[in-house]
């Protein structure tokens, strides 16, 4: 479920041309995820966390007899430079073109972090490889020392046609 919003830029370059505020995803069995807070994101982004949650993580929860209902959202749009560090690079997440997970709800009450080893294994084996097919850019434990709370994952176009990046233990 979405809300579109109007564009917006600034100054430093960031914004977005056609931004959503993505509020929660429908699961295939009909149910909804949330997304706490809301993301705000441009479209290609929101159809690509869409179907990540939707195709990839609520059917391996659902094979592992647990119903995800909630995507604890850690960073969507902010205009700032790359891991926050003043001057450096444009973050894909000031093109409104990342979005990071911090962790997940369950609809029998419980919650998870991103990377906790209690997180139903299903979903834990899921988690990296569907990230790093449906995305351009992902970030995870042992990426930079930036990632090691959340999950990060954006659409960044690179010159080279198909480039990708997942950088995450084990990955």
């Not at 990342?98 to 906790?116: H, K, Q, T």
Request: some cysteine; hydrophobic content about 40%; proline content about 5%.
């Amino acid at each position: 479920m979405f809300e579109t919003k109007p564009a917006f830029g600034s100054a430093a370059g960031c914004g977005a041309s056609a931004p959503v505020e993505l509020t929660a995803i429908r699961r295939r069995d009909g149910g909804l995820v949330k997304l706490e807070p809301p993301a705000t994101l441009r479209c290609g982004m929101a159809r690509a966390v869409t179907a990540y949650v939707r195709d990839d993580l609520a059917p391996a929860a659902a094979a592992g007899g647990v119903t995800i209902d909630q995507v604890d959202v850690a960073a969507s749009y902010d205009c700032r430079g790359r891991n926050r560090v003043r001057g450096a690079k444009l973050s894909e997440h000031g093109k409104a073109n990342a979005f990071d997970i911090r962790g997940f709800g369950l609809a029998d009450g419980r919650d998870f972090g991103v990377y906790s080893r209690s997180l139903p294994a299903q979903m834990r084996a899921v988690l990296m490889p569907a990230a790093c097919s449906r995305f351009s850019t992902v970030l995870g434990p042992g990426s930079d020392g930036y990632h090691e709370d959340h999950l990060h994952m954006d659409l960044q176009q690179r010159r080279r046609a198909g480039s990708k990046t997942c950088r995450w233990r084990g990955a």
